[in-house]
């Protein structure tokens, strides 16, 4: 195996998986973070299982989930593998331009992908192409 995932089955001081062995350790830190930037809103590039790790529910900040979706038919859809890559595409951009602000993202424009304001929400923020 090349990576160890969350769930996996670990004994360790805390409990039984990466998740309770990391449950204080990363929300704290990525909190700290983030209330030290100006807009204390996380943009959450992660995958769903490294996400669950902050507890978004318990999250004090603000957090912002790029989906990134295909043109299929009438409509979009996610198209995993497409949307691993964007996301990476999101992080490169975001760190190129030294992005401060949100809002900011709502111009990427990477291999097609355009901000839909339509489909988006406040904590979901959906790119189409």
């Excluded at 195996?1 to 704290?28: A, C, H, Q, S, V």
């Excluded at 790790?53 to 979009?76: D, L």
Aim: hydrophobic share 30%.
């Amino acid at each position: 195996p090349y990576r160890l995932e969350m769930g996996t089955k670990l004994e360790n001081p805390k409990g039984k998986n990466l998740y309770e062995f990391w449950e204080d350790i990363i929300p704290e830190n990525i909190s700290r973070e983030t209330a030290q930037q100006e807009s204390k809103t996380l943009i959450n590039l992660a995958s769903n299982e490294y996400f669950k790790s902050i507890n978004p529910g318990t999250f004090p900040h603000r957090i912002i989930t790029p989906v990134f979706k295909e043109s299929h038919g009438t409509g979009y859809r996610n198209v995993t593998i497409y949307a691993k890559k964007a996301r990476g595409m999101m992080l490169r951009f975001i760190i190129q331009n030294r992005i401060q602000k949100p809002e900011y993202l709502q111009v990427f424009d990477e291999e097609g992908y355009y901000f839909n304001n339509d489909l988006s929400s406040e904590k979901e923020w959906v790119y189409c192409r």
